[in-house]
């Protein structure tokens, strides 16, 4: 490959089939530099990335990513950019849920760069690098190592759910979730102390009959925009307690997470359906822990809460999801029936480098011993990030570094490994 073949300002796409060591990660450079591009390409090429693309503004990212449409799974973007700058990227990737990884790069001072990532982190986007130039290859090697698909050793789910590329209607979602075109992962919780398992979190994707299993950042949302989020619930909730009784053992404590979202807080009827779902499957609700997610404020705080306590009543243990970035959450914890705090991955991934977020993640600790709450840790990817949260007193973990989530029929042999110790 020579640098005049790359047409200025055009994405460009370079895929090398080379070594052994090649990583399929799907990468995007975004840098109005030329010649920045071209180097980081090249880095990229040389250590072994076979999929690298190009992009000369935040424009031209959006279009290849929209139009092509090509999914990156990390993008590594500049901050100082004519045309649309790094910051108004960020934005954009926010808007449309971009759940790959991302490194931010540029000339500016560190507090800038840290400040960015501050505010990706607000947008709930995952960055996993700040750079800045000039860029070494050790760096690029270092981003590489943590982004999240590469060196994954065995990918648990059979293909691994991306952003549809092309966006799921709401017809087509609500024929998914008549026709059993919902599937559920489940990803294992182990206690800290023992490292017994405790539970699995149950994670839904669509089993699109054409593009394959998409993830829930292209129909969780969907689902809340257009009245389909109840069906969704009560569907995974309903396929969940089928799922537990197959498996059920009564030497074990077991329980079986469940997401909620706040949107499905509006009927006050919500606790008798869901006790009638798992009933119907021979289960009691005190084996199953809701996961509400604070994605949106309850469209009513009293019916949300009235709806909660009853949950809570009648046996279901409650869990607040995604401590720390949501709306309200110090509110919603003082004031409503949680059993179990979820710390966020962003600060339990950002601890281990950013004493901002250390000090997030131990006071968040701290405030849930004293509201006698059980602690998740989640996102755990690395020994280190697992030391980190024992130290501080977290009582369970769920991260990669456990596993990823897997479908149903893996789990037992997981759980058989994991248990004669030879997963870690
Ligand atoms: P969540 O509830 O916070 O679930 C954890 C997400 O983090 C999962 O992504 C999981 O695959 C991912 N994850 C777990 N460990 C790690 C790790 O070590 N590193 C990294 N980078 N990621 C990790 P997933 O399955 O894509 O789900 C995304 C979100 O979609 C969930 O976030 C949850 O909010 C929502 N969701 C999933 N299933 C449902 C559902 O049935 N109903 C509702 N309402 N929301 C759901
Ligand atoms: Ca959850
Ligand atoms: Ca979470």
Known sequence: ????????????????????????????????????????????????????????????????????????????????????????????????????????????????????????????????????????????????????????????????????????TADELREGIANDRIELMFQPKVAVRGRRMAGAECLARFRHPTRGLLGPASFVPLAEQHHLIDALTVDVLRQAAQ?????????????????????????????ETFERIVRKAGMQPSDFMLEITESALPSDYVVGLDILLRLRLKGFQLSLDDFGTGFSTMRSLSQMPFCELKLDQQFVQGAVNDAKAMTILESSVQLGHALNLNLVAEGVETPSEWALVEHLGCDEVQGYHVARPMPAAALRSWVHRWERSDVL
């Not at 001072?109 to 840290?114: A, C, D, K, S, T």
């Not at 009784?245 to 009827?269: I, P």
Request: proline share 7%; net charge negative.
């Open 243 to 271: 799922h537990l009784s197959s498996w059920y053992d009564s030497e074990r404590d077991f329980k079986l997470s469940v997401n909620v979202s706040m949107l499905n807080l509006h009927a006050l009827d919500l606790p």
């Open 1 to 168: 490959m020579t640098l005049s073949a790359t047409p200025e300002g055009s994405a460009f796409d370079s895929s090398r089939n080379n070594d052994a060591a090649a990583t399929p990660l799907r990468i995007l450079v975004i840098d109005d530099d030329r010649f920045t591009r071209v180097l980081l390409r090249e880095m990229f090429l040389g250590v072994g990335a076979t999929h690298v693309r190009e992009a000369g503004d935040g424009h031209q990212a959006l279009r290849l990513m929209d139009n092509e449409p090509w999914m990156p799974e990390l993008i590594l973007c500049d901050l100082q950019m004519p045309g649309m700058d790094g910051i108004e990227f960020l934005r954009e990737l926010a808007a449309r849920r971009f759940t790959g990884d991302l490194c931010l790069f540029s000339g500016t001072p560190r507090p800038v760069l840290e400040a960015a990532q501050r505010l990706a982190g607000a947008h709930l986007l995952r960055v996993i690098g700040i750079l800045e130039k000039p860029v070494s290859e050790a760096a690029l090697m270092q981003v590489l190592s943590k982004a999240r698909h590469a060196g994954a050793e065995e990918p648990t789910e059979p293909s691994a759910p991306h952003p549809a590329s092309k966006e799921l």
